[in-house]
């Protein structure tokens, strides 16, 4: 399937399983895989349908989902060197959208062995679609995106609570939005410089570290001199807009207690 075919299944799918639920889940449509952590009907049929699409269209390639690894958590080991594989985040952003607000998308990114190719993220209620290709740039609603210009400290910087610490000079702290689909696009688009995670999942991470690759931006662990990729985890997740927001992250997670 080519990248806007593959678009279209997202907002198809989105259309019929994600949007018309929106504020209108029932209590027994909304479940906790482990405390505080929510899923609904819909995160499980959304997933369902855009996974058994991409199967019918490539056979030989290794599906996975979030709910899906939930239910199996051995669902990922091949991902990293699977010839071709499919991702999926059927809603990113659960509990925001199973509180009935707007900041929620379903995300794809397509792995081979490994390294993230194309990735997708549909901003449903907001009408607007996210495509990268590795070394093809990113378009947004079919406009490519440029890289944002050069950023001036402190750095907004979209964290977890953990990660602040005592504060810094050279960061300006905000919370994230609960939502990865969210978070992405705002640092691509210029809103905000930094983003820090404590999850590393690859369903949260690769389509929007794919995109944000292509606008010259990175993501490392903490703690470690590598970028991060499938399978690697650390104490968190540093996404920075260019090399001088990300040293000023690794800087700032040095000095946090263990």
Request: glycine share 10%; hydrophobic share 45%.
């Amino acid at each position: 399937m080519d990248a806007d075919a593959i678009a279209q299944l997202l907002v198809e799918v989105a259309d019929e399983l994600i949007v018309p639920r929106l504020a209108r889940l029932r209590s027994d449509e909304i479940d906790q895989k482990r405390p505080g952590d929510l899923v609904t009907i819909a995160d499980r049929e959304a997933e369902a349908a855009i996974g058994d699409a991409l199967r019918r269209a490539r056979p030989d390639a290794l599906v996975v989902g979030e709910e899906g690894t939930f239910a199996d958590p051995h669902a990922l080991d091949g991902l990293a060197d699977a010839d071709v594989a499919f991702v999926i985040d059927p809603i990113d952003g659960t509990r925001n959208f199973a509180a009935g607000t707007p900041d929620f998308g379903v995300m794809l990114a397509e792995v081979h062995a490994g390294e993230p190719v194309r990735s997708w993220i549909w901003q449903a209620a907001h009408q607007v679609m996210y495509i990268g290709e590795r070394g093809a740039g990113v378009t947004r609603n079919g406009e490519r995106l440029a890289p944002a210009p050069d950023r001036e400290r402190p750095y907004a910087a979209a964290v977890h609570k953990r990660f602040r610490g005592g504060g810094d000079p050279d960061l300006a702290f905000e919370w994230t939005r609960g939502a990865c689909a969210v978070d992405y696009p705002r640092l691509m688009e210029g809103e905000v410089d930094a983003l820090v995670y404590p999850s590393q999942h690859p369903w949260d991470h690769l389509p929007g570290v794919l995109m944000l690759r292509e606008l010259g931006g990175e993501a490392a662990l903490d703690g470690a001199d590598r970028v991060w990729g499938v399978g690697q985890y650390g104490r968190f997740l540093l996404v920075g807009a260019d090399a001088d927001v990300l040293a000023v992250l690794q800087e700032h997670a040095a000095r946090l207690p263990s």
